[in-house]
T-cell receptor, first 112, second 115 residues
């Protein structure tokens, strides 16, 4: 398997649930990213990890908690989400921080 | 100013026609301008990118035109095909030493190419 794989592809959860999104890259990259994509809005960068160390956190609410256990895996832990958090969550990776980013196909998240 | 303004929001073109999508930026520190293509149910895929030291870059039917003085860049799709129907995003970024390439995206253009 190649590229950037995200699971699950779809997730429906209540506001009090706890769930996690998973991203795995098979490209040998060293940097990984979480983005939020909402309808008719620009993609919003949430978090950046380089060599498992978080290097960017763009004012994201604490109900989103990232984890990067190694350079191939990235998680986004979710808890007590709000309806406005419903969106497509995209993971991306790049060889180094300043190299082109390759995106996964995203997790469509719906908050009831 | 980090914003990248993209227009039009949607575009309908006949097969064989030219599709043109425009973007404008404010931050003169931006030094990398990629375009991404996104099909329904898929993530964005890098299509073509340009740096400000050139005014045009062509890859197959896709061309980026860059106007540094006007702080504008555009994507031209020649001989547009129905398979080009997708959402296109422009983006811009700059990098300092060791810092992340933080892409600032436009809001997207939904292109429909009619057969």
């Amino acid at each position: 398997e190649t590229g950037v794989t995200q699971t699950p592809r779809h997730l429906v959860m209540g506001m009090t649930n706890k769930k996690s999104l998973k991203c795995e890259q098979h490209l040998g990259h060293n940097a990984m990213y979480w983005y939020k994509q909402s309808a008719k809005k620009p993609l919003e960068l949430m978090f950046v990890y380089s060599l498992e160390e978080r290097v960017e956190n763009n004012s994201v609410p604490s109900r989103f908690s990232p984890e990067c256990p190694n350079s191939s895996h990235l998680f986004l832990h979710l808890h007590t989400l709000q309806p406005e958090d419903s969106a497509l969550y995209l993971c991306a990776s790049s060889h180094y921080l300043n190299q082109p980013q390759h995106f996964g196909d995203g997790t469509r998240l719906s908050i009831l | 100013q980090q914003q990248v303004k993209q227009s039009p929001q949607s575009l309908i073109v006949q097969k064989g026609g030219i599709s043109i999508i425009n973007c404008a930026y404010e931050n003169t520190a931006f030094d990398y301008f990629p375009w991404y293509q996104q099909f329904p149910g898929k993530g964005p895929a890098l299509l073509i990118a340009i740096r400000p030291d050139v005014s045009e870059k062509k890859e197959g039917r896709f061309t980026i035109s860059f106007n540094k003085s006007a702080k504008q860049f555009s994507l031209h799709i020649m001989d547009s095909q129905p398979g080009d129907s997708a959402t296109y995003f422009c983006a811009a970024s700059f990098t300092g030493s060791g810092s992340a390439r933080q892409l600032t995206f436009g809001s997207g253009t939904q292109l429909t190419v009619l057969p």
